[in-house]
């Protein structure tokens, strides 16, 4: 069955033919036809021969006769190409949305059947073969693998190798140049006797896994490595031959993968085994191979290392820890017993063994040993007292000198002694050498063993830094400064007796006395703080009669100068029948001003004068509620300024833009048309400035361009520059459609 289109274009064809007939092969024909030939889609005048004039042969009546002929051939042409249109667009994405289902249909199948194996052992159970299942589907995934070296989609009929540390994969030409070339940086370097004699190994280049020269890939296998050159299957995982993987698992535990022949790590042993405990205590128990190790949790009880005592730990894997008890022990050498830990057995006492050496002659002078003392330290052959000589001589006797140069270094570490073989240290170094002074200024000759300083003084600074060194042939590390500080101290009072010192001196260690203003009170303070320091607090009472209105005065403490100022409440009748509540201020001291101007500026200012008066009570400080402006709280204000206020919060009624907030500090709103919510913004609120500020899509870096605005942002429309992967190519898309791709 052919497409409508053609069918049409059959029928038009056949239709041309038979105008042809009737009316020749005038250009009004072929123009009707050709105008009949428009393409699918075009309108009318729109075709090939829409811009052809009609020219009439035969007069009016066959030019209109023709044009109506014309125009009905074109509008039933104009129906089947619409019709054969939608018929042809229905098809296509019927066909490909069936194509796409079968597809992954297919790729649920595939994975079904990798799996199997696996699952039937785990009871359906894959939470263990999420990562391998990502690697696999990757693998089905069209450009989701990716060759790091080339930067190129890995296909399904290319030839790949599989790194064994992080499961990438590579093309085999560029993996197996990948390999050359590192192996050629590598031994560049290298001489010509060197290269060849170490096998250098060559890295992978995603995670540095190095290889042998031997293991550079030469050959296309499968994941499992059974089949070479394993062919393309569409019913297979990409480069797998469809076989049992049979891979060791990691870490070994004697069985083999279950899967199909897969990309990516094998998942762990689904295998059930029948394995006792740590301690080998409990009963074993089915558990799975990649986690058959456990505990039950009871006490270890094997035997520690001391012998004695058993584990307490509870059951867990390795060797049991050191013993953590304390025993009596007997010493090495078995003469003493102390209380020590099970875990150092072995330990040695203070005394000297002592027992007599198989020589007869002698006694073992060794600290606390086991075993036997061993022979003579002085039997056998015995150097002399140089050293170049050796003698068999009895333990009791001493080995003579041998009457060459004793040779041995001298105390100076330059020259050798020069005496004859002699017991005891060689004497001091006599010989006449060029020594340069301590201070390194100076050289003379002199006897080695003699040190050499000269008169020169040293003028560097001590570490005080006030004085000279003047230290005599000083090597530079000049020693602290012996003099006296004497500086005044803080007190004012003494001066620092201690050894000049950088930094501030030390406080002054005495102490002075202040009285309180009876003397009953006594406070000793560190020198200096007595000009300072306050009087103490007394305990007595203070028995001065009041001055105020009260008719008994507030207890208070002993005190120098007048007495403090009452404190008791005043409790006066106000104005709005409230107390007052302020402290009494009968007798408070007011400071007099303009009382005398001075004659000029050399006229030096007299002190403040101060009067004790009278004042007037405190305005009332009664807490009244009162409701701010904007409605946000209600405060209690002072009696005498209760009012409408302004709490001098942000406004916070939400704006026309519905993002928002008055930011305005706290006003008067009105209400409009009776309308009292307190969180739509009123005529004084604040009109909203701001650009849009909701969040983008995800991946989308562009701003709103629209102001602050009520609901959805519209689409972002912005083109974006984005690279391929060779990064040669530069494409501009809009950024929605990449928002949409992700």
Same mark, same amino acid.
């Given at each position: 069955?052919?497409?409508?289109?053609?069918?049409?274009?059959?029928?038009?064809?056949?239709?041309?033919?038979?105008?042809?007939?009737?009316?020749?092969?005038?250009?009004?024909?072929?123009?009707?036809?050709?105008?009949?030939?428009?393409?699918?889609?075009?309108?009318?005048?729109?075709?090939?021969?829409?811009?052809?004039?009609?020219?009439?042969?035969?007069?009016?009546?066959?030019?209109? =006769?023709?044009?109506?002929?014309?125009?009905?051939?074109?509008?039933?042409?104009?129906?089947?190409?619409?019709?054969?249109?939608?018929?042809?667009?229905?098809?296509?994405?019927?066909?490909?949305?069936?194509?796409? +289902?079968?597809?992954?249909?297919?790729?649920?199948?595939?994975?079904?059947?990798?799996?199997?194996?696996?699952?039937?052992?785990?009871?359906?159970?894959?939470?263990?073969?999420?990562?391998?299942?990502?690697?696999?589907?990757?693998?089905?995934?069209?450009?989701?693998?990716?060759?790091?070296?080339?930067?190129?989609?890995?296909?399904?009929?290319?030839?790949?190798?599989?790194?064994?540390?992080?499961?990438?994969?590579?093309?085999?030409?560029?993996?197996?140049?990948?390999?050359?070339?590192?192996?050629?940086?590598?031994?560049?370097?290298?001489?010509?006797?060197?290269?060849?004699?170490? *096998?250098?190994?060559?890295?992978?280049?995603?995670?540095?896994?190095?290889?042998?020269?031997?293991?550079?890939?030469?050959?296309?296998?499968?994941?499992?490595?059974?089949?070479?050159?394993?062919?393309?299957?569409?019913?297979?995982?990409?480069?797998?031959?469809?076989?049992?993987?049979?891979?060791?698992?990691?870490?070994?535990?004697?069985?083999?993968?279950?899967?199909?022949?897969? %990309?990516?790590?094998?998942?762990?042993?689904?295998?059930?085994?029948?394995?006792?405990?740590?301690?080998?205590?409990?009963?074993?128990?089915?558990?799975? /191979?990649?986690?058959?190790?456990? &505990?039950?949790?009871?006490?270890?009880?094997?035997?520690?290392?001391?012998?004695?005592?058993?584990?307490?730990?509870?059951?867990?894997?390795?060797?049991?820890?050191?013993?953590?008890?304390?025993?009596?022990?007997?010493?090495?050498?078995?003469?003493?017993?102390?209380?020590?830990?099970?875990?150092?057995?072995?330990?040695?006492? #203070?005394?000297?063994?002592?027992?007599?050496?198989?020589?007869?002659?002698?006694?073992?002078?060794?600290?606390?040993?086991?075993?036997?003392?061993?022979?003579?330290?002085?039997?056998?052959?015995?150097?002399? %007292?140089?050293?170049?000589?050796?003698?068999?001589?009895?333990?009791? +006797? *001493?080995?003579?000198?041998?009457?060459?140069?004793?040779?041995?270094?001298?105390?100076?570490?330059?020259?050798?002694? &020069?005496?004859?073989?002699?017991?005891?240290?060689?004497?001091?170094?006599?010989?006449?050498?060029?020594?340069?002074?301590?201070?390194?200024? @100076?050289?003379?000759?002199?006897? /080695?063993?003699?040190?050499?300083?000269?008169?020169?003084?040293?003028?560097?600074?001590?570490?005080?830094?006030? @004085?000279?060194?003047?230290?005599?042939? /000083?090597?530079?590390?000049?020693?602290?400064?012996?003099?006296?500080?004497?500086?005044?101290?803080?007190?004012?009072?003494?001066?620092? !007796?201690?050894?000049?010192?950088?930094?501030?001196?030390?406080?002054?260690?005495?102490?002075?006395?202040?009285?309180?203003?009876?003397?009953?009170?006594?406070?000793?303070?560190?020198?200096?703080?007595?000009?300072?320091?306050?009087?103490?607090?007394?305990?007595?009472?203070?028995?001065?009669?009041?001055?105020?209105?009260?008719?008994?005065?507030?207890?208070?403490?002993?005190?120098?100068?007048?007495?403090?100022?009452?404190?008791? &409440?005043?409790?006066?009748?106000?104005?709005?029948?409230?107390?007052?509540?302020?402290?009494?201020?009968? #007798?408070?001291?007011?400071?007099?001003?303009?009382?005398?101007?001075?004659?000029?500026?050399?006229?030096?200012?007299?002190?403040?004068?101060?009067?004790?008066?009278?004042?007037?009570?405190?305005?009332?400080?009664? !807490?009244?509620?009162?409701?701010?402006?904007?409605?946000?709280?209600?405060? !209690?204000?002072?009696?005498?300024? =209760?009012?409408?206020?302004?709490?001098?919060?942000?406004?916070?009624?939400?704006?026309?833009?519905?993002? @928002?907030?008055?930011?305005? #500090?706290?006003?008067?709103?009105?209400?409009?048309?009776?309308?009292?919510?307190?969180?739509?913004?009123?005529? +004084?609120?604040?009109?909203?400035? #701001?650009?849009?500020?909701?969040?983008?899509?995800?991946? /989308?870096?562009?701003?709103?361009?629209?102001?602050?605005?009520?609901?959805?942002?519209?689409?972002?429309?912005?083109?974006?520059?984005?690279?391929?992967?060779?990064?040669?190519?530069?494409?501009?898309?809009?950024?929605?459609?990449?928002?949409?791709? @992700?």
């Amino acid at each position: 069955m052919e497409a409508a289109w053609r069918q049409a274009g059959r029928g038009r064809g056949r239709a041309r033919a038979r105008a042809g007939g009737q009316a020749g092969n005038g250009p009004c024909a072929r123009g009707g036809a050709s105008g009949g030939a428009a393409r699918p889609g075009l309108g009318p005048g729109q075709g090939r021969g829409a811009g052809t004039a009609c020219v009439p042969l035969t007069g009016s009546s066959s030019l209109g =006769a023709t044009e109506l002929s014309s125009q009905k051939k074109f509008d039933e042409i104009k129906k089947a190409n619409q019709a054969a249109a939608k018929k042809f667009v229905e098809d296509q994405f019927s066909s490909s949305s069936e194509e796409e +289902e079968d597809i992954e249909g297919k790729h649920v199948k595939i994975l079904a059947k990798t799996f199997t194996t696996y699952t039937n052992q785990t009871d359906g159970d894959a939470s263990e073969l999420e990562r391998t299942r990502q690697y696999v589907n990757e693998a089905f995934q069209s450009g989701a693998l990716t060759c790091l070296i080339c930067i190129a989609s890995v296909k399904r009929n290319q030839a790949v190798w599989s790194c064994s540390g992080c499961f990438c994969i590579f093309h085999m030409p560029c993996i197996q140049k990948w390999a050359k070339d590192s192996l050629f940086l590598i031994s560049s370097p290298l001489t010509d006797d060197d290269f060849g004699k170490k *096998d250098y190994p060559w890295p992978c280049p995603k995670c540095r896994f190095e290889y042998k020269r031997s293991e550079t890939p030469t050959r296309y296998y499968c994941y499992c490595g059974k089949v070479e050159d394993p062919e393309l299957d569409p019913w297979l995982v990409p480069h797998s031959c469809g076989q049992v993987c049979e891979r060791e698992f990691k870490p070994p535990c004697g069985h083999k993968c279950l899967l199909l022949c897969h %990309p990516g790590p094998c998942p762990p042993c689904p295998k059930m085994v029948a394995i006792a405990c740590y301690c080998k205590k409990a009963k074993p128990v089915p558990r799975r /191979c990649s986690t058959k190790e456990w &505990s039950c949790q009871q006490p270890c009880g094997r035997k520690l290392p001391c012998g004695q005592h058993n584990c307490e730990n509870p059951c867990h894997p390795g060797n049991c820890q050191s013993c953590p008890r304390v025993s009596k022990q007997r010493c090495i050498c078995g003469r003493q017993i102390a209380e020590r830990l099970c875990a150092s057995p072995f330990w040695q006492c #203070e005394q000297v063994c002592g027992r007599t050496l198989p020589c007869g002659n002698h006694t073992c002078e060794q600290i606390c040993h086991s075993g036997p003392c061993g022979e003579c330290p002085r039997s056998g052959k015995r150097p002399c %007292p140089c050293g170049k000589s050796k003698l068999f001589l009895p333990c009791t +006797e *001493d080995v003579p000198t041998c009457g060459d140069s004793c040779d041995r270094v001298l105390e100076c570490g330059i020259h050798r002694c &020069s005496q004859r073989c002699h017991r005891g240290p060689c004497e001091i170094c006599r010989q006449e050498v060029e020594k340069q002074c301590r201070c390194g200024k @100076h050289t003379k000759c002199m006897p /080695c063993h003699k040190p050499y300083l000269c008169e020169t003084k040293c003028t560097k600074i001590r570490d005080c830094q006030k @004085h000279q060194c003047k230290r005599k042939c /000083c090597s530079g590390n000049c020693p602290p400064c012996d003099q006296l500080c004497g500086r005044t101290l803080g007190c004012r009072n003494h001066k620092c !007796p201690s050894v000049c010192h950088r930094g501030s001196c030390y406080p002054c260690p005495e102490t002075i006395d202040v009285l309180c203003n009876c003397g009953k009170t006594v406070l000793k303070v560190p020198c200096g703080r007595e000009r300072t320091t306050k009087p103490p607090k007394c305990k007595e009472l203070c028995s001065r009669p009041p001055t105020c209105h009260h008719p008994s005065q507030e207890k208070h403490s002993c005190h120098f100068g007048p007495c403090p100022a009452c404190h008791q &409440s005043c409790q006066k009748v106000l104005k709005c029948s409230h107390l007052c509540p302020a402290s009494c201020h009968d #007798e408070a001291l007011v400071k007099q001003t303009g009382l005398h101007q001075p004659a000029g500026p050399w006229e030096q200012p007299s002190e403040p004068t101060f009067i004790q008066t009278t004042l007037p009570c405190p305005p009332c400080q009664v !807490p009244i509620p009162t409701e701010c402006l904007g409605q946000h709280e209600v405060s !209690p204000l002072p009696c005498h300024s =209760a009012g409408p206020y302004s709490c001098k919060r942000f406004c916070g009624r939400l704006l026309d833009c519905q993002n @928002h907030t008055c930011m305005k #500090e706290c006003h008067k709103c009105t209400k409009v048309n009776g309308n009292a919510d307190r969180e739509k913004a009123s005529p +004084e609120c604040s009109q909203c400035e #701001e650009a849009c500020t909701k969040p983008r899509p995800p991946g /989308c870096p562009h701003s709103c361009v629209l102001p602050c605005h009520p609901g959805q942002c519209p689409p972002c429309v912005q083109m974006l520059k984005i690279k391929c992967h060779c990064k040669l190519t530069n494409l501009y898309i809009e950024c929605i459609i990449i928002e949409n791709q @992700h």
